[in-house]
Structure formats: C-alpha cells, structure tokens
C-alpha cells in the first residue's frame, strides 16, 4: 500500500511497482494512514514519513502489530527520526530522490517471501 502526498511522486512510484508486477493500492492522499486505512491484503506499506513522527510512529505500531513490512520515504528528514523509525521496527528508510531500482531491490525479498508462503 502506497501513501504519498505529492500526486507526481505517487503516480511515477505507482508505474514504477506496477511495471514491476506489483499491485498498488494507494492510501488517502496527504493523509497519514492508521491501521483503519490498511485493508488485510496488504503486504507492505510504503509510506512518506512526514516531518512529525507521531502518525508515523502510530503507523508503525500499526504495522508491527499486523506483521507488515513498512518502509518510509522522505526528503529532508532529521537522521535521529530515520533512526528512531528503524529501530522502531521500520524495514528501511528511502531519502528521496532514490533511483527506482533501490525499491526494487528492497521489494524482491519481500516477494519471495510471498510467494513461499502461498506455497
């Protein structure tokens, strides 16, 4: 699940998984999502991490309770709120602009794993 408030930034990062054989399904944008945003066929949440940590931490806590992978985004973001979210429990933390073959390569485990448990 995608959330991400700036609409150019969301559409290429949606052709970006889609071309990748991803599906999106795309949170509220400019809002930070909470667990009553996330439906249970998520797999992964990839997420901006806005400069106040406390819906990000909640979404975290969400997150970590279903067992989902969450990755943040962000621009600008002070490294001790990076760091507070990875040791949160955070998969990783992407500083924008990344190069779309870091996602990539930071989604395909994720897949694999996936794909082992559909057996």
């Known amino acids: ?6 609409a150019a930034i969301r ?6 998984l889609r071309e ?8 509220s944008a400019g ?3 909470d667990s ?5 066929s998520v797999g992964c ?3 901006d991490l806005p400069s106040l ?20 985004m ?11 979210m990875l040791h949160g429990g955070a998969l990783d933390y992407l500083e924008k602009p990344f190069k779309p073959n870091r996602l990539i390569r930071l989604l395909e485990p994720l897949r694999r794993q996936s794909l082992k448990a559909d057996g």
């Open 20 to 27: 990748a054989g991803w599906q999106v399904l795309l949170g």
């Open 74 to 84: 962000g621009r600008g973001v002070a490294v001790q709120s990076v760091v507070d």
């Open 11 to 16: 559409s290429a990062l949606t052709t970006l």
């Open 1 to 6: 699940m995608l959330f991400e408030p700036d």
């Open 31 to 33: 809002k930070m999502p």
């Open 45 to 47: 949440i990839l997420s």
């Open 53 to 72: 940590s406390d819906s990000a931490e909640q979404l975290l806590k969400a997150a970590k309770a279903r067992g989902l992978p969450l990755i943040f």
């Open 36 to 40: 009553a945003d996330v439906p249970s």
